[in-house]
């Protein structure tokens, strides 16, 4: 419903979007975007209200926004509230010697006023998210009234593994710098590095369960993450994650890192893109959702990876380790699936997650070694069809058609069937025959 519709055509228009949750726009009804946004930061605490800018305010912006909210800030007055989030870029500062909208908001109807002084950005999650870059404002403030404003954080709510984080600080580490930054610590070797080595790092977003480890340079020692750890509580290292700026892959270094703390460690696959604190234009919002994605040489997205977070154990003696898929994402509709990282084509068949593509096998079976160790690549999404020194069921053919039919044309562009077991002459017609109608490269 609308709250408030001024008469100037111009102006802003306030709807409610749920309890306490109110939506500043332009026309008649808000954005698909803004009501997303709503959607992500429902429902609000007792006490507390939400205010979603999403209309562009020029230069009087902070009075204008103002006068076009004072209806719905008397009733959430009115209402007890206390404290009073404004997810607006540019909240929290003032600008040509006039207060910010979020000071006018606090000393004009008595409320405690959450803002961003930089960019104001909603993550998947529904954390809040304002970039705090090197040589540039931003993070969130907390304004009341009559007392000096204080920064919180660069993101709202603060997760548990922050405090842990920052007293870590700044630091050297064996030629290495150690920062902290929003989404956990970034480690790149000391001296010249590029620009995005220093800013981008502070512009991915945090998650709230867990701090990431991002590893800003290719060259970065296992022995370097481990003295890193190691300083760190146990439950923040049990949660943490290897996260590569480039996308390189992790697997051997989690495995170097899980030797060395004798622990297991998780490992991103693919390099984080999006959440580079951009909004959409004419908006004072925007979204921080980010994607784990391969990437080119020169950071260009290719394909989003079906496992999304790999867990590299501790060798075991007389054993041969892989990595565990922990985190993934199914390549059609998860209503056929096993478990989270399994889809059910059919009852003699099934498709597995692995850390470089999928594995296509008998339902009763688990997919061989040398799919689980095979290295993700940016150029090529494997697919393994089958099992060592075991024939080919006629029901993974038709498993395979329909797997590969499902396939995003950007992943079956890329794809590299590795065929195990034995391959008469019929199953190498139909490897052909398949790859000459997906166009598919095979291994057998």
């Given at each position: ?27 008649e ?6 009501t ?18 999403g209309a562009?305010?020029h ?10 909210l ?10 007890h ?15 040509g ?12 109807w ?5 803002a961003a ?12 998210f ?27 709510p ?20 150690v ?35 991002i ?6 020692p ?7 750890m ?6 923040v ?7 590569s700026?480039d996308?390189?892959?992790l ?5 170097e890192?899980?030797d ?20 959409p ?10 994607e ?20 590299c154990?501790?060798a ?8 565990r898929?922990?985190e ?5 509709a ?17 498709v597995?997650v ?12 688990e ?10 690549a ?17 029901c993974?053919?038709?498993g395979?058609?329909a797997l590969?039919?499902r ?5 079956l ?11 008469d ?16 490269s095979m291994?057998?």
């Open positions: 419903m609308t709250e408030h519709a001024p008469d100037i055509a111009s102006s802003p228009t306030v709807s409610r979007a749920g309890d306490h949750i109110y939506l500043v726009h332009t026309g009804r808000p954005s698909q975007g803004l997303e946004f709503a959607g992500r930061l429902s429902p609000v605490r007792p006490g507390e209200a939400v205010v979603v800018v562009p305010l230069g009087d912006g902070s009075e204008a926004l103002c006068a076009c004072a209806p719905s800030l008397d009733s959430i007055r009115d209402a509230v206390r404290l009073l989030t404004l997810v607006m870029s540019a909240g929290a500062h003032g600008a010697g006039q207060p910010s909208a979020a000071r006018t908001i606090c000393e004009g008595g409320l405690d006023v959450l002084a930089g960019t104001a950005l909603v993550t998947a999650d529904g954390t809040l304002s970039p705090d870059l090197p040589g540039a404002s931003g993070g969130w403030w907390h304004f009341s009234p009559g007392a000096d404003t204080r920064r919180v954080s660069s993101h709202l603060v997760p548990e593994w922050e405090p842990a984080v920052r007293r870590l600080g700044r630091q050297t580490v064996a030629g290495h710098m920062e902290p930054v929003p989404a956990g610590l970034a480690v790149r070797p000391a001296g010249p590095a590029p620009v995005t080595a220093h800013t981008r790092p502070h512009t991915i977003p945090p998650e709230r369960d867990r701090p990431q480890l590893l800003a340079s290719p060259q970065v296992a022995a370097v993450l481990a003295v890193v190691a300083a760190l509580p146990e439950p290292r049990a949660a943490l994650r290897l996260l700026l996308g390189q892959p697997t051997r270094l989690g495995e890192l899980a060395l703390l004798d622990r297991d460690v998780h490992v991103a696959v693919g390099a984080p893109v999006g959440g580079d604190g951009g909004t234009h004419g908006a004072s919002a925007g979204d921080a959702t980010v784990l994605s391969m990437v080119d040489s020169r950071g260009r997205p290719l394909w989003r990876p079906f496992a999304r977070t790999v867990v154990s501790p075991a003696t007389g054993s041969v380790r892989s990595p898929v922990t993934s994402r199914l390549p059609v998860p209503h056929g699936s096993i478990a989270p990282d399994v889809l059910s084509l059919d009852k003699d068949c099934k597995v692995t850390p470089a593509g999928l594995w296509l096998g008998p339902r009763d079976a997919p061989p070694v040398l799919a689980m160790v095979r290295p993700p940016p150029e090529s999404v494997a697919v393994d069809l089958g099992l060592p020194r075991r024939p080919l069921a006629d993974l053919w038709d395979l058609e590969l039919e396939l995003e044309p950007d992943v562009a890329r794809v590299v069937v590795h065929a195990y077991g034995d391959l002459a019929r199953d190498r017609e139909r490897l052909v025959e398949s790859s000459a109608r997906h166009r598919f291994v057998s």
